[in-house]
């Protein structure tokens, strides 16, 4: 396994670069440390958005939803790849790239980023009060408020990071085991969820599009780039385990939400009906009875309580290399974060339709955050002599086309 290395001179633009890397000499530890970037930027995506966006449209498009999650997972892929490398090889962060490119430009990418990170953290904290409302009976506020501090608590550990990691990576696989579960309750109709995965009968531009964004639009991209950026996974030599763990969060995430889709796919086949309430909820009450809806709830608070994490972690990275101040104070701008997301759902509560609105609406972002990066890619001035793979820089830019087009395409409707 080749070893993470820093083969560039000393970038004062990124902050992880005055320190060696910690994962240059541990073999367990890069392994952790790519484990937790994966889950980090798998579990920021599967948030209480992801789980109402993949019900819904189970619901809508029944087996014909396979082929849209197959979509949405090359889409994710071609994006993943080129950002996470690109972010790894200049070792700067995306906001510093794009500053580099041209000036104020990172300014406006870390605006949107910023933007979206914050109304979805609106959601993701009430998803973390639903679920506890679901497990213990407390009230959604209470529940929300008692998760808000749960994430606080994280961020105010001596090794934050670390913390973070392994909190995303074991919720993570527990979210696997209790989709699993109910998918194995819910019986589904396995074999055509498979056909119409490759041989789709109707297809929806609409829920592509908020189906990448929730997945890998708006912060969650950055996610796991970031991470690894500040435990000291950088450089051209680090390219190969950079694409092991992008490719092993986009793996996660989309065996979650294909478990999510076969398990709504098997209660809507049998005849049943999701609540409009609370589709999500309603798929494992209706699959595995009373059991799977305290099931739910643990899911629920797993996936809300991570993305919380995620959210502000990757969105405060986003803020912290534009002043000494704001980097030395970066924890603190991240409890801000968090607290001021509460106070908001506290104040305002029913998120559901922001939810769905920040999914379109990352889903736009993901295109100019993409070409910026793809621009860089081709700045000798930021890669030195690296040569980005023609195949990586042609998918991007087919990401790029399919998501434009399909963002136009939802604003003409």
Same mark, same amino acid.
């Given at each position: 396994?080749?070893?993470?290395?820093?083969?560039?001179?000393?970038?004062?633009?990124?902050?992880?670069?005055?320190?060696?890397?910690?994962?240059?000499?541990?073999?367990?530890?890069?392994?952790?440390?790519?484990?937790?970037?994966?889950?980090?930027?798998?579990?920021?995506?599967?948030?209480?958005?992801?789980?109402?966006?993949?019900?819904?449209?189970?619901?809508?498009?029944?087996?014909?939803?396979?082929?849209?999650?197959?979509?949405?997972?090359?889409?994710?892929?071609?994006?993943?790849?080129?950002?996470?490398?690109?972010?790894?090889?200049?070792?700067? =962060?995306?906001?510093?790239?794009?500053?580099?490119?041209?000036?104020?430009?990172?300014?406006?990418?870390?605006?949107?980023?910023?933007?979206?990170?914050?109304?979805?953290?609106?959601?993701?904290?009430?998803?973390?009060?639903?679920?506890?409302?679901?497990?213990?009976?407390?009230?959604?506020?209470?529940?929300?408020?008692?998760?808000?501090?749960?994430?606080?608590?994280?961020?105010?550990?001596?090794?934050?990071?670390?913390?973070?990691?392994?909190?995303?990576?074991?919720?993570?696989?527990?979210?696997?085991?209790?989709?699993?579960?109910?998918?194995?309750?819910?019986?589904?109709?396995?074999?055509?969820?498979?056909?119409?995965?490759?041989?789709?009968?109707?297809?929806?531009?609409?829920?592509?599009?908020?189906?990448?964004?929730?997945?890998?639009?708006?912060?969650?991209?950055?996610?796991?780039?970031? =991470?690894?950026?500040?435990?000291?996974?950088?450089?051209?030599?680090?390219?190969?385990?950079?694409? =092991?763990?992008?490719?092993?969060?986009?793996?996660?995430?989309?065996?979650?939400?294909?478990?999510?889709?076969?398990?709504?796919?098997?209660?809507?086949?049998?005849?049943?009906?999701?609540?409009?309430?609370?589709?999500?909820?309603?798929?494992?009450?209706?699959?595995?009875?009373?059991?799977?809806?305290?099931?739910?709830?643990?899911?629920?608070?797993?996936?809300?309580?991570?993305?919380?994490?995620?959210?502000?972690?990757?969105?405060?990275?986003?803020?912290?290399?534009?002043?000494?101040?704001?980097?030395?104070?970066?924890?603190?701008?991240?409890?801000?974060?968090?607290?001021?997301?509460?106070?908001?759902?506290?104040?305002?509560?029913?998120?559901?339709?922001?939810?769905?609105?920040?999914?379109?609406?990352?889903?736009?972002?993901?295109?100019?955050?993409?070409?910026?990066?793809?621009?860089?890619?081709?700045?000798?001035?930021?890669?030195?002599?690296?040569?980005?793979?023609?195949?990586?820089?042609?998918?991007?830019?087919?990401?790029?086309?399919?998501?434009?087009?399909?963002?136009?395409?939802?604003?003409?409707?």
């Amino acid at each position: 396994m080749p070893s993470p290395k820093n083969n560039k001179p000393h970038d004062k633009s990124s902050p992880v670069t005055n320190h060696q890397s910690p994962v240059t000499n541990h073999q367990p530890s890069t392994t952790n440390t790519l484990l937790g970037a994966a889950f980090l930027m798998a579990t920021s995506a599967v948030g209480p958005g992801f789980l109402t966006q993949t019900t819904v449209f189970t619901q809508q498009l029944l087996a014909n939803f396979g082929f849209v999650i197959l979509l949405s997972i090359l889409l994710d892929l071609g994006a993943q790849l080129n950002i996470w490398r690109i972010i790894a090889v200049t070792e700067k =962060r995306a906001q510093d790239i794009a500053n580099d490119l041209f000036f104020g430009l990172g300014y406006v990418l870390s605006a949107l980023i910023v933007i979206g990170g914050f109304a979805f953290n609106i959601g993701n904290v009430a998803g973390a009060g639903l679920g506890i409302e679901v497990m213990s009976g407390l009230n959604v506020k209470i529940g929300a408020t008692i998760s808000a501090l749960i994430a606080i608590g994280l961020f105010l550990l001596p090794e934050a990071g670390k913390a973070m990691d392994n909190f995303a990576k074991w919720l993570g696989l527990l979210m696997l085991l209790l989709i699993a579960y109910v998918v194995f309750s819910a019986n589904p109709p396995i074999g055509e969820a498979l056909v119409r995965t490759v041989l789709p009968q109707q297809f929806d531009p609409i829920a592509t599009i908020t189906l990448v964004g929730g997945t890998v639009g708006g912060y969650i991209t950055f996610a796991g780039g970031h =991470r690894l950026l500040e435990a000291g996974v950088k450089g051209v030599d680090a390219l190969p385990l950079v694409n =092991r763990s992008a490719t092993t969060g986009i793996l996660v995430t989309s065996f979650i939400r294909y478990f999510l889709f076969l398990a709504t796919l098997g209660v809507v086949a049998a005849g049943l009906t999701l609540s409009k309430d609370n589709p999500p909820a309603s798929v494992f009450q209706l699959a595995a009875g009373q059991t799977g809806y305290r099931l739910f709830g643990v899911l629920m608070w797993s996936a809300a309580i991570t993305s919380v994490i995620g959210s502000a972690y990757t969105s405060v990275s986003f803020l912290r290399t534009f002043h000494p101040s704001l980097e030395k104070n970066h924890r603190y701008l991240t409890i801000g974060f968090i607290s001021i997301s509460t106070i908001l759902f506290l104040w305002i509560g029913k998120p559901v339709q922001i939810l769905v609105f920040v999914g379109t609406l990352n889903g736009f972002i993901l295109p100019i955050a993409l070409a910026v990066m793809l621009i860089a890619a081709r700045n000798k001035r930021l890669i030195g002599t690296y040569k980005h793979p023609l195949w990586l820089q042609m998918a991007g830019w087919l990401v790029v086309a399919m998501m434009s087009g399909m963002a136009f395409y939802t604003l003409t409707k």
